[in-house]
T-cell receptor, first 114, second 113 residues
Framework: DAGVTQSPTHLIKTRGQQVTLRCSPK?????VSWYQQALGQGPQFIFQ???????QRGNFPDRFSGHQFPNYSSELNVNALLLGDSALYLC?????????????FGNGTRLTVT | QQQVKQSPQSLIVQKGGISIINCAYE??????FPWYQQFPGKGPALLIA?????SEKKEGRFTISFNKSAKQFSLHIMDSQPGDSATYFC????????????FGPGTRLSVLP
C-alpha cells in the first residue's frame, strides 16, 4: 500500500524563480493538504484541496497556489521565490477534509532558495 | 501568534525511563489533539490522538493525558528506547480551523542506551 509520495525530494532555485512541487496521496485518500516546515519548527498549514477545489487556506501570500487533479494528486506552486521560502514542504493526505481525519504525511520536498 | 505551545525544546532520557512532553493550547474551539513523531529526513507520522471528552488514552508505551480546564495535554513515553529518539510534535485542530492542524514547535528527544 503506497503511502504519500512527493517529488522531487530536493530542489535548488534562485530568488525570483518559480517552482512546482508534486504529491500523490495515499491510496483511498481524496483530500490533500500542504504544509511548510522551516528548519527546527513545526509544520505550518498552507492550504487544503478537496474535490479539486481549495477548501481552506492558512496565512500564506498569493504567491503560493495549488491544484488538485481528478486522480486526487496535487501540485504546489510558488512564484517569485524569496530566500525565506527555503523550507521542507510536506504534503499530507486524509480520507476526508474533516478536522478529525488523521493526516498521513509524505517525506517532503526540501526547497533551497539562493 | 503561537497557538500551541510545547515544552521542553529538547529532552534526554536514559533507556527504560519515562519521557514526558507537554503542550498547551489557547483556542477552546480545538477538539482533536494528535501527536506526531518525525525522524530525520522523514515526514511526521501519527503516533496517537485524543479528543477532549476523555482524560487519558493509551496505546502501547504511549499515553496522552488531557486536562481540558487547563487547556493542556501531554505525551508520556514509558520504557523509552533508543529507537524512540526523534522529534515529537503536538498539534490541534477543530472549530474554524477545520483540518488546518496547528503544530507545536517540536521536542527533540534523545534516548541514551
Amino acid at each position: 500500500d503506497a503511502g504519500v509520495t512527493q517529488s522531487p525530494t530536493h530542489l535548488i532555485k534562485t530568488r525570483g524563480q518559480q517552482v512546482t512541487l508534486r504529491c500523490s496521496p495515499k491510496s483511498g485518500h481524496d483530500t490533500v493538504s500542504w504544509y511548510q516546515q522551516a528548519l527546527g519548527q513545526g509544520p505550518q498549514f498552507i492550504f487544503q484541496y478537496y474535490e479539486e477545489e481549495e477548501r481552506q487556506r492558512g496565512n500564506f501570500p498569493d504567491r503560493f497556489s495549488g491544484h488538485q487533479f481528478p486522480n486526487y494528486s496535487s501540485e504546489l506552486n510558488v512564484n517569485a521565490l524569496l530566500l525565506g521560502d527555503s523550507a521542507l514542504y510536506l504534503c499530507a493526505s486524509s480520507k476526508t477534509p474533516g478536522g478529525h481525519s488523521p493526516l498521513h504525511f509524505g517525506n517532503g520536498t526540501r526547497l533551497t532558495v539562493t | 501568534q503561537q497557538q500551541v505551545k510545547q515544552s521542553p525544546q529538547s529532552l534526554i532520557v536514559q533507556k527504560g525511563g519515562i519521557s514526558i512532553i507537554n503542550c498547551a493550547y489557547e483556542n477552546t474551539a480545538f477538539d482533536y489533539f494528535p501527536w506526531y513523531q518525525q525522524f530525520p529526513g522523514k515526514g511526521p507520522a501519527l503516533l496517537i490522538a485524543i479528543r477532549p471528552d476523555v482524560s487519558e488514552k493509551k496505546e502501547g508505551r504511549f499515553t496522552i493525558s488531557f486536562n481540558k480546564s487547563a487547556k493542556q495535554f501531554s505525551l508520556h513515553i514509558m520504557d523509552s528506547q533508543p529507537g524512540d529518539s526523534a522529534t515529537y510534535f503536538c498539534a490541534a485542530s477543530g472549530g474554524n480551523y477545520g483540518q488546518n492542524f496547528v503544530f507545536g514547535p517540536g521536542t527533540r528527544l534523545s534516548v541514551l542506551p
